[in-house]
């Protein structure tokens, strides 16, 4: 390893190796006095060996450069356009200097870009204005890429810092340096803010906020304004951000910090235009909040009006101090500790303002010069020492006073003034220095909980290399540290600059480097600078000028030394940077940092805890040693005022002596020797901060401040390390598509792009040495890349040139083609013209001829015509008038003929009629004769018995048919009769039963029970009353609801009484034509046949209706009773079930469909009567009602519960079934159904319903009767007599077996008898009919026989056929009859069996516990007939169904299920609570089913699941909202569902929850989708190139391979555009599958276009590489594949909404871009904001033959795109929020699906859990 002395050597080289590359034209740069570098043109060719070169500058100046005749100084070359403004300064052809600060100067002016990398590098340009960089966004979009796959950021850097943490498990550190004002503690801010971000957690410690609050705080105390910064850090900080390891993930799990040398002097002084340390204005602001401070104004303080600039602009300290105090309480301040901070703050404010006077010696005016003065009365040494709490006495004292030890005894000697303001002055930076060391330790206890890490990443803010006018102490150490970070710096790069090469297998050489290790020696070895002072120290009587006058004398022999050519005041250090005069003034009292013990002492003593203990802290090396131990040095032993003792009172430590302490140099080296040590031990990361300007002005270059940071820093230096190997490196797949037309296409092979680079490479450049073929990439001497553009340029020119030259061929071609085709045109019809011209003459010449031809001819013509006309006319009239006189000769001759002819034929008509009418008149009578005569002897005839019989033989036939089957269903029901007489059988056991019973009872009363039992009854008593209330109650509203149904009768009475009128209207016209039209005799006969049947129908009608009102009565009773019982109880549970089984044949009587004609005849009655029945039906219905009220008052009086409630169980059966008959009789009477039907209805259900009530009644009171007594039994009593009780139990259930089966026959009976009854009526009601149309037969026929009769024959012809028809129809009606009277017995037989189940269920409920077993366990539960869409449960097994439900159910098997199945299943568990009204257990349902989904989209889970779930969520909560009484959503429902309402709960409040549990689990479904997104999205939209198969969209080299790897599409199975489809077809699948509605769908697929959108513009926004036309063309073809998408599936256009930003980018890329187009670009971007567009245009890579983007352009834009009107929100920022979700929107949608018809599914496995009622 040599060493060199000037990097400049490489570039001279570089230069010279290109100087065949020195032609005409060729751009080079060449010294300036201003601006350093300048641009030039070269006017003429170099050749070899001239002494000069021509050339142009910029300006348009030319100018000769001489140059030495070997050409070893040509001036540098400029890097081709198309690699300027490289992201990484190392990858430029030349590299060089000009070429280096050009490419950052077009980055931060042009561009506006503050970041760039050098080789491992980071540099960061100040831009002095707020940048819209650092934000949530841009952390997430670079968190997971490499560095070099977007823009250069801090960000980049710290991800590469992280990521390496988290694969390697390594320490790793982040070194950031640069001078005051360059940014270095916001670059070290915004790296550990992103490490708090990518590393935080949500525990309760809350370690990434502690982290970020510890930056205002070390801002305040250890930062200050100085001439070039406004927040200057005044010391050196390496926090270690502490890292764990958790499940593979790192999760910071604290901090530490460590500083070093403080710049204490600051304290007491500062330079013009400088501030002191941010807290003490901060205080100055706050100082109302603390008046017992007595602070004033800070310019009232000395030690803060020094410096003239006690304001730093567009900065509160107000609002700063609050800052302050709030990250202090996050870090653990105490109020106590905050409130003593202040206090020792506003001390050190009052100590610097105590005035030190002269002093007069005593009885003379004289001054003593050796002493001072320190007046008692001093406010500010009163405040001083009551803020302190020390002695004000003591501490003026001991500023006065000086204490000099000898060997026995000590002298007090006192203080000049200059010697008490020195004391004054190191006190008050003693007391500063000790309180930031103590800040700085609870600030780390507070960072770093004590738990084990893994690793840690180190944030190094350090100050760069300073040089000024005059240089101390302080630029010492700074510029002794930066040579020290140099060294290890250029260690590093040259390790990694070999690992490179060895990784690529290439052969190289040893690289050469600037090593700084002599200057470092002259500082730190033996007799340097640091040991010499150090000696000059310890020396009694040292001086500043004596160790200058050493270090002249043992340092000259170190090449890096130089001293003054004048005085010996100073000295010269050659710096890796420059070379920099130190002022020795001021060296030794800074080394020794001494402050009066005595003062210590005195600040020891004080009152106040913090402040003794601020003075006892030790002073230690936080970066080498841990502040809980201590070490020995060898010297007096002290007491720690923070350690207690270990076996004495006090702990010891050891302190070194006084000829030992450790200078502030000695210190200072240590510190940093660990710091470098701590550096190697970890992997580092390089940020170097550039200040561009010293007038803080916002993105202004200046050049030479510039190059001298960029030389001070290392930047040039990596530069030149990586010019001396191969800067330029390309991976094969990017040179390939670069440079492939470099050869010809059969040196190319896509299959083999190694070996095709290898030919292009070989073909161009012949020297092998300025290239090497590595494993993956190709590597290139400096300026090797830029001839090979310079090639590619040329190439590309020649071929442009001859495609331009075929386009102009073929443009002027055509021209000439078009022009030609124009004048053949022109001249083809100027020709015409002409000739068009001469033939028009010729035609008209030949038709002045024609003309003159025909107009002689018709001239002739004319006068022919009216000669000829005249004659004609003589003749035509003279012809006219002969023959007009003919014609009236034979005119009268015809007329007279006629005249005789009528004449003649009305005489002979006249005489013929006359004839013919006497003989009519004498037929008609004879025929009337004979007519009357045939009448009476047929009159005769039909009254005779045999004429009867012939018309009705059928009907006797089918009379007697039905007689017998009468008689056989008389035989039936009198063997019911039999079996109802061994009723009477089955009483005479049941009193064996209660002579059993009293056995029973006497056990009982032997039992020692009784007032138990007692207690008991007297309880069911009380309730019984409490029910008997009740009961009273609930009849006081069946009374009001009677009230109003009356109200309700009364007004259907009166729309019947005017309905009757308008019948009777219409029956008295009809009466009137009925008159006119038949004969009186018949309708004398027929009248009377009508009103006697009519009488005895109304009769009929009256009764039934007299009947039926008393079972409306009855109805209306027993509401009450129906009502009360409603609760759950036993007498309840049988009338619920019975409901649907008792009755059924009697409520489908009125179902039967009646012929038209009965309807209609219903009108032809005479109404007149109605109305008085009608009338008088009401007025016994009011007495009835009021008899039964007062039987219900006499019942309800009765204290019977026993029997009570049993009638009253059946009273509700009574109850529902009479509701629904009275609402089918209310329909028929009003649509006019027979009476008969009403008869046969209430004779097939009075009798027996009356009979079985009371029957059901007595057996249940028996059975309750038995229940009890056996309850009563104790099991001693029972265990006396265990064969009785077996034999009574035995007995029981037989009993019970019996009473089941005469349940059922009962029932069974009444069926057949009722359906039996209902058949003959039917039967009657059709011979009614059949005679009624019989007779209208008769009497038509009757009217017709007059007419012929052969008329008569075919009527009776006819009669016949009808009849046959009908018979035949009637006899098909009746089998059919007969088949459903079948159907019905047969299902009424199935159905008896419920009885029984709710006797039993009866028995069971007021069974004891112990012998409810044995008792039913006979019982079967049937299937429910009429399913209520209820699903019954038990709480305790809620738990079993929620998992089954979540947690059990596959996918696999929801897709067989209905969409939505578990929540219809858990509504249907929601209505069985509501019907039992369970309050805790809807609640419990509820909670557990939102509690179970909630784990479930906070734990990871597969997609399908979260689908499942939302589609379920969301299904519930419309049901709930469907079912839930609300009239906006239950409007579309049916009658049934309108039934199925929830009646008791409102379940609003769980709507809400499960409303936010949608939302919820939206949101989770979203983030999990983006997430499987998210590597798909930049390689489908901004890499995927179907033109180009397999080449990178931006067609460039990258800097990490990632990119290339992962933008090619056969990675991954096909084009990247169609894996992101398909995992979108995917997606859609599967929420078609699982039912997912499309508007849900849609909202989906909005967002995740969206986040499509986001990821692909941010990634766009911080890839300026790819900002080009080529990749416009890219988005926009697979933008395109996804709409496409998207229309297939015809979703809506607004889904396709949010990907209208990513369009316009893709316009803007291939829009023109000059200044006319400014705006064009508006117009078109209207969904980007200003910050994204000018982001797009300063990134935009302009091809070889594109127009440049001017400035002006530039600003007209901004200016346009300001004024435009859009939403101003974060118009700075050019990023999308990738984790912005829209908001959800949940909309009602109606089921039609019947709760009733949803049946469990086996394999679901919850049968027995859930039972469907």
Known sequence: MRCRSSPSANWRENAGSSADKNRWGAKIWVPHAEQVWESATLEESYRKGAGFLKICTESGSLKEVKLKADGSDLPPLRNPAILVGQNDLTTLSYLHEPGVLHNLRVRFCERQIIYTYCGIILVAINPYAEMPLYGPSIIRAYRGHAMGDLEPHIFALAEEAYTKLERENCNLSIIVSGESGAGKTVSAKYAMRYFAAVGGSESETQVERKVLASSPIMEAFGNAKTTRNDNSSRFGKFTKLLFRNQMGVMYLQGATMHTYLLEKSRVVYQAQGERNYHIFYQLCAARSKYPELVLDHQDKFQFLNMGGAPDIERVSDADQFNETVQAMTVLGFSIQQIADIVKILAGILHLG?????????????????????????????????????????????????????????????????????????????????????????VLNKSLNNGSKQCSFIGVLDIYGFETFEVNSYEQFCINYANEKLQQQFNQHVFKLEQEEYLKEGITWTMIDFYDNQPCIDLIESRLGVLDLLDEECRMPKGSDESWAGKLIGKCSKFPHFEKPRFGTTSFFIKHFSDTVEYDVNGFLEKNRDTVSKELTQVLSESNMSLVKQVMTLEEIDTLSVDTAKSSTLGGRVVISAGRKQQGNDTRRRVVPSKQHRKTVGSQFQESLASLISTLHATTPHYVRCIKPNDDKIAFKWETAKIIQQLRACG??????????????????????????????????????????????????????????????????????????????????????????????????????????????????????????????????????????????????????????????????????????????????????????????????????????????????????????????????????????????????????????????????????????????????????????????????????????????????????????????????????????????????????????????????????????????????????????AYQRAIKDKEVIENENYMLKEELSRLTAGSFSLHGRKASNASSQNEDDVGYASAKNTLEIN?????????????????????????????QKHKNLQEQYIKLASRHKPTEDSFRVSELEVENEKLRSEYD?????????????????????????????????????????????????????????????????????????????????????????????????????????????????????????????????????????????????????????????????????????????????????????????????????????????????????DLDKILQRLLSALTPRTVVGLLPGFPAYLIFMCIRYTDLTNADD???????????????????????????????????????????????????????????????????????????????????????????????????????????????????????????????????????????????????????????????????????????????????????????????????????????????SKKMSNDVLAPLAPLNQVSQLLQSRKSEQDVQTICDLCTSLSTAQVLKVMKSYKLDDYESEITNVFLEKLTKELNARQMQKSNSDEFTIDQKFIQPFKVVFRYSDIKLEDIDLPSHLNLDEFLTKI
């Open 353 to 441: 303002n105590i005035q030190v006077s002269k002093k007069f010696n005593e009885g003379s005016e004289e001054e003593d010069t050796d002493s001072c003065e320190i007046f008692h009365n001093d406010i500010h040494l009163q405040i001083t020492g009551d803020l302190l709490r020390v002695s004000a006495e003591d501490l003026r004292r001991w500023l006065l006073m000086r204490k000099i030890e000898s060997v026995n005894e000590y002298v007090l000697i006192p203080n000049s003034i200059e010697a008490a303001q020195a004391a004054r002055d190191a006190l008050a930076k003693h007391i500063y220095a000790k309180l930031f060391q103590y800040i700085v330790g």
């Open 715 to 1092: 930047v040039l230096e990596t530069v030149r390390i990586s010019a001396a190997g191969f800067p330029s490196r390309w991976l094969y797949p990017d040179f390939y598509m670069r440079y492939q037309l470099l050869v010809y296409r059969s040196k190319l092979d896509k299959n083999d792009m190694k070996q095709s680079c290898r030919n292009i490479v070989m073909k161009w450049i012949q020297d092998e040495d300025k290239y090497r073929f590595g494993n993956t990439q190709i590597f290139f001497r400096a300026g090797q890349v830029a001839f090979l553009e310079q090639v590619r340029a040329n190439l590309r020119k020649k071929y442009i040139t001859i495609v331009q030259s075929v386009v102009r061929r073929f443009i002027y071609r055509r021209r000439f083609l078009r022009l030609q085709m124009v004048i053949n045109g022109i001249q083809r019809h100027a020709r015409g013209f002409l000739a068009r011209q001469r033939v028009q003459k010729m035609r008209e010449a030949r038709a002045g001829l024609i003309l003159s031809k025909y107009a002689r001819g018709w001239l002739c013509r004319r006068r022919y015509l009216r000669l000829r006309h005249s004659i004609s006319g003589i003749q035509t009239y003279a012809r006219g008038m002969l023959a007009r006189s003919k014609f009236h000769a034979m005119r009268d001759h015809y007329r007279a003929v006629q005249i005789q002819r009528f004449v003649r034929g009305a005489l002979a008509r006249r005489a013929y009629q006359k004839r013919r009418r006497n003989i009519i008149i004498c037929q008609a009578a004879i025929r009337r004769f004979l007519a009357r005569r045939q009448f009476k002897r047929m009159k005769a005839e039909a009254k005779t018995i045999k004429h009867i019989e012939n018309k009705y033989m059928g009907l006797e036939n089918k009379i007697i048919s039905m007689q017998q089957r009468i008689d056989e269903l008389n035989r039936d029901n009198s063997n019911l009769k039999h079996k109802t007489s061994e009723i009477s059988v089955l009483k005479m056991k049941l009193e064996l039963k209660k002579t059993l019973e009293v056995e029973f009872k006497n056990v009982k009363a032997a039992c020692q029970d009784k007032d138990r039992l007692i207690e008991a009854l007297n309880k069911q008593l009380e309730a019984e009353r409490d029910e008997k209330m009740q009961l009273l109650e609930e009849n006081g509203h069946a009374q009001e609801e009677w009230l109003s149904q009356k109200q309700t009768w009364r007004l259907e009475n009166e729309e019947l009484r005017r309905q009757i009128d308008e019948i009777i209207e219409m029956a008295k016209n009809a009466e009137v034509s009925q008159r006119n039209q038949e004969d009186r005799l018949l309708a004398e006969i027929d009248n009377r046949e009508l009103n006697e």
């Open 1154 to 1182: 009646r012929p038209p004609d009965l309807l209609s005849k219903n009108y032809s009655y005479d109404s007149t009567s109605m109305v008085v029945k009608l009338r008088a039906i009401l007025e016994e219905e009011k």
């Open 1224 to 1436: 089918q009789l209310r329909t028929s009477i009003k649509h006019g159904v027979e009476i008969n039907e009403l008869n046969a209805q209430h004779a097939a259900l009075q009798e027996e319903v009356r009979r079985r009530r009371e029957e059901c009644i007595q057996l249940k009171a028996v059975l309750l009767q038995q229940s009890q007594s056996m309850r009563s039994l104790e099991p001693e009593s029972l265990q006396l007599r265990g064969n009785d009780v077996n034999e009574v139990m035995e007995a029981f259930q037989s009993q019970k077996f019996i009473n089941r089966q005469l349940e059922s026959e009962l029932k069974a009976i009444t069926e057949e008898h009722n359906s039996k009854l209902i058949e003959m009526t039917q039967e009657i009601e059709r011979l009614n009919k059949e005679k009624d149309e019989l007779q209208k037969v008769i009497f038509e026929s009757l009217d017709e026989f007059e007419d012929a009769n052969v008329d008569t024959l075919k009527q009776n012809d006819r009669y016949l056929r009808r009849e046959l028809q009908k018979a035949v129809a009637e006899f098909l009606l009746v089998q059919e009859e007969l088949k459903l009277a079948h159907a019905k017995l047969k299902a009424y037989r199935q159905d008896g069996g419920q009885l029984e189940h709710k006797l039993e269920e009866e028995m069971s409920r007021n069974k004891p516990n112990g012998t409810a077993t044995d008792v039913g366990a006979n019982v079967t539960k049937q299937r429910s007939q009429n399913p209520q869409g209820l699903m019954k449960f038990h709480s305790s």
């Open 1481 to 1687: 257990d809807v609640r419990e349902l509820l909670s557990k089913f939102v509690i179970q989904i909630k784990k479930m989209h906070r734990t990871p889970h597969p997609i399908e699941n979260r689908v499942i779930w939302l589609v379920n969520s969301i299904t519930l909560l419309n049901l709930l909202k469907q079912y839930g009484d609300v009239e906006e959503y239950v409007k579309f429902n049916t009658e049934k569902q309108n039934q199925q309402q929830l009646k008791n709960f409102n379940l609003f409040e769980y709507r809400r929850v499960i409303l936010d549990l949608i939302v919820n689990l939206y949101q989770a479904l979203i983030m999990q989708i983006q997430g499987l997104l998210d590597p798909k999205i930049v390689p489908a939209i901004l890499n995927n190139d179907e033109i180009q198969r397999g080449r990178q969209a931006h067609g460039m080299r990258s800097r990490a391979p990632s990119i290339g790897a992962s933008s090619s599409p056969e990675h991954g199975g096909g084009p990247a555009w169609k894996q992101l489809i398909g995992q979108l077809e995917h997606f859609y699948k599967q929420f078609q599958h699982f039912g997912l509605d499309n508007c849900y769908a849609e909202q989906i697929f909005h967002q995740l276009l969206y986040f499509i959108c986001a990821v692909a513009l941010n990634c766009l926004m911080l890839r300026g590489d790819i900002c080009m036309w080529e990749t416009g063309m890219i988005i926009r073809y697979n933008i395109g594949c996804i709409e496409d998408w998207v229309r």
